[in-house]
């Protein structure tokens, strides 16, 4: 299987009592008053470091994301990160995976085949393209597109830059929402006819139904944990088996918060703090802004009305008051010593079925150091194990191909992996 | 009790559910983004026109489609024409609250022999940075009463703020206002402001002076730049002055329509 280190650039120093004083963490969380750009040059760079040292480590691939006007996601352009990051890991055996650019904000769309071919050529053929819906806050909040018109830029986005990376000829594009007379992008990736294409979701039949139809990896990112995310995950094996599709694990992506430390006390004490902070501060934001957005069409609002769920707004408030232990329990964060995180991920692995499992191992204000030691004890002590799962029975085509002829094989080998020019 | 019609628009593409009750001179009412309600105010109306109200795109019973049909603003004001001809209608009175008062602007605006007398009550429509309005749907419930209320707790407020068991009520509301925001959003102003001079119709501004939604300053704003308008602030009325004060809102705009 593969495993890829996620990070979301939160900012690491809200103040202690943010969730009380507070709004949101997205969309108006007043900069001046809780930010300084002198910090946040600091994260990026952090970030850079631990990413390029999790791909030194011999992590699969390392995974960017899109969000905007958000204290717990400071890549409102997940493409100048992944620029720099193909860059710096060339020479490794580690996917640059860009989950992703958001497909309905970024306009015109031929952008995302643009600069999504530069970060492929870049790399030497070792992207993923990502492409996420986004979310209300982001695109219906921040940048403003109707919720009426959300889903239908996304699809036409889609269908546009797929056609972008493939035409053999100039070609002009009159849709709904783009119009372009005369479409030929320069660079078209390395990878043909188009990179691996993975879709974010959260768990709406009609992504579903997307992912299938165009035959592209379907990724549940929630920061629930694979206990609450096992329903969704296996209603879409239920979707693929009935759709008469293989149910090859590598369909699915799915995220984890991870945190190993050498024993599962020192684990409480090195994480639970950033643990809460991530819950506590980087997950506050108001239920209006989550729900806004009648992005849904007419069936999807009725099922959601109809079947509200209870147990995710008392979920809410009870998590509040959880120990480390319960966090751990109830599968929101796999973490404790190498044995512990190896156990628990195989179950989760395991029971959900997952062949493209990304790992959250930079949780809300974890520092520098410690989000390195963290990289470390996942990528020696826990990743081994799980290479060869799902492999002797599947092939991962929502993988960069040049990557699959010989699997990264831990820290020692691909720590001598320099950056070397690109062709 | 009204009559109901159901119209066959756009193509077919759009079902509207037209409501008609009344007698006398033809009035045509638009309603506000939480979708089609015959209350008071229009019984009240109906005694002395005919009173002819239309469901938004997507907000009839039967039209839940019908609001994919019609993708922007122009389409909207078309649409907006190709109703009034379905009726039979050539230059009715046109009333207005909130999102249809923005509508009925807009119709006014672009043909303006088709309006006889134009009543807008709290329309969207024209924006001022120093009072901006807000997206009502980023607000919790409790705020979106007390903003448009007036008090919060009005007992008109039920029609609006249905129980959360009622997932009928709940579904429809929620609907009316993802087919009103489709044009709302992200902000009110579509241009009204370039056009709102060609309104020849003599237009009557009604406003809740205790409106938190869309502040009172913007009817000022709508006088100014209609050729032959007027004020009326309505006292102890916020947003949904319709609902909250029916015989009074509907007696101020009778009694200018008659005039």
């Known amino acids: 299987m593969k495993i890829s280190m996620f990070h979301l650039m939160p900012y690491r120093d809200l103040p202690d009592d943010f969730e009380r004083r507070y709004h949101s963490v997205w969309v108006d969380p007043p900069y001046f008053e809780l930010a300084d750009s002198e910090k946040i040059g600091q994260y990026y760079n952090w970030t850079f470091d631990e990413l390029i040292h999790a791909a030194r480590c011999g992590m699969d691939g390392i995974c960017v994301n899109e969000h905007h006007q958000n204290a717990y996601g400071m890549m409102p352009s997940p493409d100048l990160m992944g620029s720099v ?213 007419y069936r999807s609002l009725v099922n959601s009305i109809k079947n509200i769920n209870p147990e995710i707004g008392k979920l809410t408030e009870e998590l509040k008051h959880w120990k480390f232990s319960e966090f751990v329990k109830r599968g929101f964060v796999i973490a404790g010593s190498p044995a512990t995180v190896r156990d628990h991920l195989m179950d989760a692995v395991k029971g959900l079925r997952v062949g493209n499992l990304m790992v959250l191992l930079h949780i809300g204000s974890m520092p520098h150091d410690l989000t390195i030691k963290n990289i470390e004890l996942f990528s020696r002590e826990v990743m081994p194990h799980f290479r060869s799962v799902w492999d002797d029975q599947w092939e991962n085509r929502w993988w960069p191909k040049r990557l699959l002829d010989k699997p990264a094989t831990g820290v020692t080998r691909s720590a001598n992996g320099e950056a070397r020019a690109s062709k | 009790m009204p009559e109901e019609r ?59 489609d019908g609001i994919r049909a019609i993708d922007d603003w122009w389409d909207l004001v078309l649409y907006y024409y190709e109703l009034l001809d379905a009726l039979g209608l050539k230059a009715p009175m046109l009333v207005g609250h909130s999102f249809g008062g923005m509508v009925a602007a807009e119709v006014a605006a672009t043909d303006p022999a088709r309006v006889s007398k134009l009543a807008l009550i709290a329309p969207f429509g024209l924006w001022r940075d120093d009072a901006p309005i807000p997206l009502i749907s980023t607000l919790p419930t409790p705020e979106v009463a007390r903003r448009i209320f007036h008090p919060a707790d009005h007992p008109a407020s039920r029609l609006v703020f249905p129980n959360r068991n009622d997932t009928d009520a709940v579904i429809r509301i929620t609907w009316a206002q993802n087919c009103a925001n489709k044009f709302i959003w992200p902000i009110p102003d579509k241009g009204l402001k370039k056009r709102m001079h060609r309104i020849s119709a003599p237009t009557l501004i009604v406003w809740g002076a205790k409106d938190g939604l869309i502040p009172p300053v913007y009817a000022e704003d709508f006088k100014r730049g209609i050729k032959n308008a007027r004020v009326e602030i309505v006292d102890n009325a916020s947003h949904m002055a319709p609902l909250e004060r029916p015989e009074t809102v509907a007696g101020i705009i009778a009694r200018f329509l008659k005039s």
């Not at chain 1, 990112?221 to 759709?243: P, T």
């Open chain 1, 85 to 297: 990051l193909a860059r710096a890991t060339n020479g490794m055996k580690t996917a640059v995976v860009q989950m992703g650019m958001t497909l309905p904000t970024t306009v015109p769309p031929i952008r995302v085949a643009e600069e999504y071919g530069m970060i492929d050529c870049i790399s030497g053929g070792r992207m993923v393209a990502g492409m996420p819906l986004g979310t209300p806050m982001d695109v219906n909040l921040c940048y403003g597109i109707s919720p009426a018109e959300h889903r239908e830029r996304y699809y036409e986005a889609h269908d546009l830059i797929m056609k972008a990376w493939s035409a053999r000829e100039t070609f002009a594009w009159n849709g709904k929402y783009f119009k372009l007379p005369m479409v030929n992008p320069w660079p078209r990736p390395i990878q043909q006819p188009h990179p691996p294409v993975w879709i974010p979701g959260s768990g709406s039949l009609s992504t579903w139904d997307f992912a299938a139809k165009h035959d592209h990896c379907y990724c549940y990112l929630s920061y629930w944990g694979h206990h609450s995310g096992k329903q969704v995950v296996d209603g879409f094996w239920e979707f693929v088996s009935k759709n008469g599709l293989d149910p090859n694990p590598y369909r699915v992506g799915f995220l984890q918060l991870v945190a190993v430390s050498e024993s599962d006390a020192q684990a409480e004490k090195d994480y639970y703090r950033h643990v809460r902070y991530f819950y506590d501060k980087c997950l506050h934001v108001p239920p209006e802004y989550i729900s806004s957005s009648g992005n849904q069409d």
């Open chain 2, 6 to 64: 159901t119209l066959n628009l756009w193509h077919g593409a759009v079902k509207p559910t037209v409501k008609v009750a009344g007698s006398g001179a033809p009035l045509v009412f638009l309603h506000s983004g939480f979708g089609p309600l015959w209350e008071a105010f229009l019984d009240n109306l109906a005694r002395d026109f005919t009173v002819y109200a239309p469901s938004h795109p997507g907000t009839g019973p039967n039209d839940v």
